[in-house]
């Protein structure tokens, strides 16, 4: 797509009128746009709407735009994790829990794809049943997907160990019946996700390594979106910018509470 038409893209997309239902910051809507965008000038493979708390009402009229300027779209039931290791506990145990992630699954509705090339609609899949992650497809570094999969795990892993430590947990019916009941388990702090807001232009958390390079992949990525942002509409990357000092001013009153 030329610029000319990534313009009138993200036009679009910026003139939508939807219910936010209370659930996304300016950022979070900014950064879908230049994601689309983005998927519009072969510069991501894939953009992902409405994983996590996402508004309903957005995902609908960004699939209405996205069609419109020749976009595919596809939907598909949220991304189940993926994990590239199998915990360290009872097998049982993690089958019961991928089963219940399943039928949770059918409960919570659907995600859209936006995508440019038919030929990804496999992998688009496979990333959506957890059989692979989705480094591929959204185009994010296979590193920080790894590192925030492997954080999935070892929190998976604590709950285990918190269940047997805190609860006297020993077979697989105490460990279900533990689950089912929420019960409250410590997270030892090397095990808690540690979320780095270091690049404001993408929307993966980048890996440890990634977070201290300015070179890195996901640096290198952060420094493409804002490129891209600034080429196709300064206003839109004034904007961009506006909305992450107040993204961050938000965080930071709220660490003070
Ligand atoms: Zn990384």
């Given at each position: 797509?030329?610029?000319?038409a990534?313009?009138?893209?993200?036009?679009?997309?910026?003139?939508?009128?939807?219910?936010?239902?209370?659930?996304?910051?300016?950022?979070?809507?900014?950064?879908?746009?230049?994601?689309?965008?983005?998927?519009?000038?072969?510069?991501?493979p894939?953009?992902?709407?409405?994983?996590?708390?996402?508004?309903?009402?957005?995902?609908?009229?960004?699939?209405?735009?996205?069609?419109?300027?020749?976009?595919?779209?596809?939907?598909?039931?949220?991304?189940?994790p993926?994990f590239?290791?199998?915990?360290?506990y009872?097998?049982?145990?993690?089958?019961?829990?991928?089963?219940?992630?399943?039928?949770?699954?059918t409960?919570?509705?659907?995600?859209?794809?936006?995508?440019?090339?038919?030929?990804?609609?496999?992998?688009?899949?496979?990333?959506?049943?957890?059989?692979?992650?989705?480094?591929?497809?959204?185009?994010?570094?296979?590193?920080?997907?790894?590192?925030?999969?492997?954080?999935?795990?070892?929190?998976?892993?604590?709950?285990?160990?918190?269940?047997?430590?805190?609860?006297?947990?020993?077979?697989?019916?105490?460990?279900?019946r533990?689950?089912?009941?929420?019960?409250?388990?410590?997270?030892?702090?090397a095990?808690?996700?540690?979320?780095?807001?270091?690049?404001?232009?993408?929307?993966?958390?980048?890996?440890?390594?990634?977070?201290?390079?300015?070179?890195?992949?996901?640096?290198?990525?952060?420094?493409?979106?804002?490129?891209?942002?600034?080429?196709?509409?300064?206003?839109?990357?004034?904007?961009?910018?506006?909305?992450?000092?107040?993204?961050?001013?938000?965080?930071?009153?709220?660490?003070?509470?």
């Amino acid at each position: 797509m030329k610029d000319a038409a990534l313009r009138s893209l993200l036009r679009d997309l910026q003139d939508l009128q939807f219910d936010r239902e209370g659930k996304e910051s300016d950022l979070e809507i900014l950064l879908d746009y230049l994601e689309i965008v983005a998927v519009a000038a072969r510069e991501k493979p894939s953009h992902l709407q409405g994983q996590g708390m996402r508004s309903r009402s957005l995902l609908q009229a960004i699939q209405r735009v996205a069609e419109a300027h020749g976009l595919l779209v596809m939907q598909t039931g949220v991304v189940i994790p993926h994990f590239h290791r199998a915990p360290h506990y009872d097998a049982r145990f993690f089958d019961w829990e991928r089963e219940l992630e399943r039928q949770a699954r059918t409960r919570e509705g659907q995600v859209l794809w936006v995508y440019r090339d038919a030929d990804l609609e496999p992998a688009i899949r496979a990333a959506a049943e957890g059989e692979t992650d989705v480094a591929d497809v959204l185009g994010y570094p296979a590193c920080c997907v790894r590192e925030y999969n492997e954080t999935g795990i070892r929190i998976s892993e604590a709950l285990f160990r918190g269940y047997q430590t805190e609860y006297g947990a020993k077979d697989l019916d105490d460990f279900i019946r533990l689950a089912k009941e929420h019960a409250k388990v410590t997270i030892p702090p090397a095990d808690r996700p540690r979320v780095r807001h270091v690049f404001p232009y993408v929307q993966f958390s980048p890996c440890r390594d990634c977070a201290e390079s300015s070179t890195s992949p996901a640096a290198e990525l952060n420094w493409a979106m804002k490129r891209l942002a600034t080429r196709v509409s300064p206003a839109f990357q004034r904007a961009l910018e506006k909305a992450v000092k107040a993204e961050i001013a938000f965080r930071k009153q709220q660490s003070r509470r």
